[in-house]
C-alpha cells in the first residue's frame, strides 16, 4: 500500500474516531464544570470524570491499533502505541489535574502555568514521535500528515 493510500485510509477512519472522541469530551466538558460549581457533588463529578477517562482510554487503545495497522514494522506500531498512550496520559492529566487544582483555590497563576506546560510538551512530544515513525516506516504518514490533508 502506498503512502497515499494509507493517508486516505487514515482520513477515512479518523472521521468515524472523531464522533467517538465527541462523544467523550462534550460529557466530560461538562462534568469538569459540574466539578468546579459544586462544593456537596464534587465526589460524585470526580468519580464521573475518572469512569469517563478511563473509558476514553479503550477507544484511544483502539484507535491507536487502527493507525498501526497500516505499517508492518513493529517498532513504527510501537511508537504510534507510545504517541497515543502519551496523549492519553497528558488528556487525561489536563482534565482531571487542572480542575483539582482550580478546585483547591491553589495561587491562581499555578493551573494555568501547568494547562501550558502539558500543552506544549504535548506538542513537543508528538512533533518527535511523529518524526521518529517517519525514520523507521518512511511510507507511514504521520499524525500531522493526516491532520493536515484532513482540513
Known amino acids: 500500500m502506498t503512502k497515499q493510500e494509507r493517508l486516505n485510509e487514515m482520513i477515512k477512519g479518523n472521521r468515524k474516531w472523531l464522533l467517538v472522541r465527541l462523544g467523550f469530551a462534550i460529557p466530560l466538558a461538562v462534568l469538569i464544570f459540574l466539578f468546579l460549581q459544586t462544593e456537596t457533588q464534587a465526589l460524585v463529578y470526580g ?28 517498532r513504527a506500531k510501537r511508537v504510534i502505541h507510545i504517541q497515543y498512550a502519551f496523549d492519553y496520559v497528558m488528556i487525561g492529566f489536563i482534565g482531571f489535574a487542572f480542575p483539582l487544582l482550580m478546585k483547591l483555590e491553589t495561587i491562581i497563576w499555578v493551573p494555568f502555568l501547568v494547562f501550558s506546560l502539558t500543552a ?3 506538542v513537543l512530544v508528538e512533533r518527535l514521535l511523529d518524526e521518529k515513525v517517519k525514520r523507521i516506516d518512511p511510507e507511514q504518514p504521520t499524525r500531522r500528515d493526516v491532520k493536515r490533508e484532513s482540513f
Do not use: D, P
Open 47 to 74: 468519580s464521573l470524570m475518572i469512569a469517563t477517562l478511563l473509558a476514553y482510554g479503550f477507544t484511544v487503545v483502539r484507535k491507536s491499533q487502527f493507525m498501526s495497522s497500516f505499517t508492518e514494522r513493529v
Open 120 to 122: 506544549l510538551a504535548l
